[in-house]
């Protein structure tokens, strides 16, 4: 019996149909070719993405007391940022920042969604860059499936040489864009460009080229469907009053086509698809919210258009909430997840200001010669020698004074001390005291460096003197 469900199961034929959706789908499970939109949310869209790569690619050029404002320099473990130069003993504060920022996206996302996708990120940016050398070089969307269908010809080839020579271009000038942060940029630019740098800073710039062109030029929104762990965690910081691109389906169905003007009991949405081609994701936002979705705003300003032209309410789509569809807004302190990143931001935000109120100008580390406890001198002395590594923090060269205080009339073999803006100084030492005047073999004594014009900026540490 069993048996005979079995194959008479299988003797039964399956045909897929597919939905209205997939019909006019802009790729069908191939290459997303997305029209390109204006409006007034991928205006704000452009200028920002505009504005984010111009920083990204002008900030190392910008010179603050003679050196470059911002750099990782890692031969000298040193990160200078305008006027501060942290080293790694402050990298404390660089984790406090990303901390903060996480909590920062958290907080903005309670209220905007994946705003941050949309206008901000890098991927978001390099891609809509990446899509306007496309559609400039091989036309409109529709020229540009069209192109993708024909046979390869004369005119193919120079189109799709003609782009991903640029492509290539615009990816090395970011990789260099990149490594710029920690090779000095006015010397990388001109070394990679005249194939004279060396195999490390080379290396490191194409590989961040390769990965440019591969992320926006070829993976594009696979990089936020599948790559991106942001996509998949973002609805757990949403509630039902956070605004995101939303379709009114309420107003908007039962969708279908209709002449201009026409009289007809359907709902607004025209069902022009416009909404769909737009998408750099190629998502139907008529079906509800998707985690696929990056809240660009194109399908509002698409559909803004249509509506405007059909004589409609603009609105159908827009950034909106659930609860907002229904007219509910409550205050904000009746938000858990509100107060909930507020406190916690705010905390942060504090712990970060402490930390860096409390950072001292001066560091100091003192080490013992562990190749002998002491040694004797031919004037009846016992001395001890030392390695004290002085790191002036600030970004202006500073005179130092050495102190010591305890127990033994301890002699310094110097008491002085210049070290240059951002720089750390190692001074051997050597403490002498007479052997009369020592009643123990170990004794303790405090090291105290002081900023000679300001006596307040001071750092100590303690260490010990050894006798026979």
């Given amino acids: 019996m069993v048996q005979q469900a079995r194959q008479s199961s299988e003797a039964i034929p399956v045909t897929f149909i597919p939905s209205p959706q997939d019909k006019k789908s802009s790729h069908q499970g191939g ?123 004369l005119s193919k080839a120079s189109k799709r040489g003609g782009k991903h020579l640029l492509w290539i271009l615009i990816s090395l000038l970011t990789g260099c864009g990149f490594i710029a942060y920690f090779v000095p940029a006015k010397q990388l630019y001109p070394e990679i460009f005249t194939f004279s740098a060396g195999f490390l800073d080379s290396a490191w710039v ?59 009991e359907l709902g607004d949405c025209v069902d022009c698809n416009l909404c769909v081609e737009v998408c750099p994701t190629g998502i139907d936002i008529r079906n509800g919210l998707q ?45 858990k997840r509100f107060i909930g990143y507020g406190a916690a931001l705010l905390a942060i935000l504090c712990t970060m200001g402490l930390d860096i109120y409390s950072r001292d100008p001066i560091t100091l580390n003192v080490i013992r010669d562990r190749q002998s406890l002491y040694r ?49 100084y190692e001074l051997p030492l050597t403490l002498t005291v007479p052997v009369a005047q020592i009643d123990n073999n170990r004794s303790n004594l405090l090291f105290k460096v002081l900023e000679a014009d300001a006596p307040d900026n001071s750092v100590s540490q303690k260490s010990v003197f050894f006798a026979p």
């Fill in 376 to 424: 004797e001198t031919l004037d009846d002395g016992i001395e001890n020698s030392y390695l004290l590594k002085i790191r002036n923090k600030t970004q202006q060269d500073k005179h130092y004074r050495i102190e010591i205080s305890g127990a033994l009339p301890y002699k310094l073999s110097t008491n002085r001390v210049h070290i240059a803006a951002g720089e750390q």
């Fill in 206 to 264: 194409y590989f961040f080229a390769l990965c440019t062109y591969l992320n926006a030029g070829w993976m594009r929104e696979q990089m936020c469907l599948h790559c991106c762990p942001y996509s998949r965690f973002q609805s757990a910081m949403f509630d039902s009053f956070t605004k995101t691109v939303t379709y009114d389906a309420q107003r908007g169905e039962s969708r279908g086509p209709r002449k201009r003007k026409q009289a007809t």
């Fill in 31 to 153: 290459k997303i070719h997305f029209r390109s939109q204006r409006g007034y949310f991928q205006r704000w869209r452009s200028g920002l993405n505009a504005l984010l790569i111009a920083l990204f690619l002008l900030l190392p050029f910008i010179d603050w007391q003679g050196r470059q404002a911002i750099w990782f320099d890692l031969a000298n473990q040193q990160f200078y940022f305008f006027g501060a130069s942290l080293w790694p003993q402050d990298f404390t504060l660089l984790a406090w920042f990303f901390i903060a920022a996480a909590f920062a996206l958290f907080f903005v996302t309670l209220f905007w969604g994946r705003v941050w996708c949309g206008y901000l990120c890098p991927q978001t940016a390099w891609t809509f860059g990446f899509a306007w050398v496309e559609e400039k070089l091989e036309g409109s969307r529709n020229q540009r499936i069209k192109l993708d269908a024909s046979p390869m010809s």
């Fill in 291 to 335: 985690y696929e979705c990056i809240n660009c705003g194109a399908c509002v300003d698409a559909c803004d258009q249509t509506m405007s032209k059909f004589g409609y309410r603009p609105g159908l789509i827009s950034y909106t909430s659930e609860e907002s569809l229904t007219g509910q807004t409550p205050p904000l302190w009746q938000r």
